[in-house]
Each structure stands twice: as C-alpha cells, then as structure tokens.
C-alpha cells in the first residue's frame, strides 16, 4: 500500500544485474521484476526498490546513506553475506543497543546488518 509522503522505494547502482540479483536472492530471499537489461525491480516482502546498471556503487565514505537490515543471527547472517561473494567493510562491533557489521554487495555498495545481541 503506498502512503502519503512515506518512503515508497530506493534504487541502487550496481555493475551486474545478474550477479546482483543471485546475491540478494541467496542472502536476503529478494525476488526481482526485470525491466530491459539496464534495470530490475526488487521487493523484500515489505521494501520495493530497484537496481540500474551502473559503473559506479555508493558507500558511506562516499557520503552515501547506510541501508541497515535487522538480524535475529548477527553472524549466520554475516556467513551468508561472505558465501554469495559480499565483502566485509566493517567486522562486527558493539555499540549502543547492539552489534552490527557493515558489508559490500557484488557491486561494492555498502550495507549494514544489526542484531540486538
């Protein structure tokens, strides 16, 4: 259901749509709508958003906004990340209410996952 000015959908750059698309499948069970061969729309089962070809990638040393999901398994989610081909960008560390680790996708973008153990 769309709500007035709510935040309705995000789009990120990525290199390969492919490779992107079995990433996000594999780790977060995203499901895609493919739109040409430059652009696929995702949903999460409560997000929609899509990915555009691109050369370039966004991360928060690039003054991107951080995307963080939530974990119930900080580190089974973690392994999954590793297993599809993400990369750690931050190792898992405390802070105030929790734990988190900050990860690249296939295309470099940045993400987060937070547990509250």
């Given amino acids: 259901m769309n709500q007035h000015e709510k935040i309705n959908y995000i789009e990120f750059p990525v290199k390969s749509l492919h490779r992107t698309k079995k990433f996000f499948s594999t780790v977060f069970a995203w499901t895609f709508e493919d739109y040409g061969e430059e652009y696929t729309a995702f949903s999460d089962g409560v997000m929609k958003g899509g990915f555009f070809k691109s050369p370039l ?61």
């Fill in 57 to 117: 990638s966004a991360s928060t040393n690039q003054g991107s906004v951080l995307i963080i999901f939530y974990s119930d398994d900080l580190e089974k989610t973690l392994k999954k990340v590793l297993e599809a081909g993400g990369e750690v960008v931050q190792e898992i560390f405390a802070f105030p209410g929790g734990r988190r680790f900050h990860f690249s996708d296939v295309s470099g973008n940045e993400f987060a996952v937070w547990s509250e153990v």
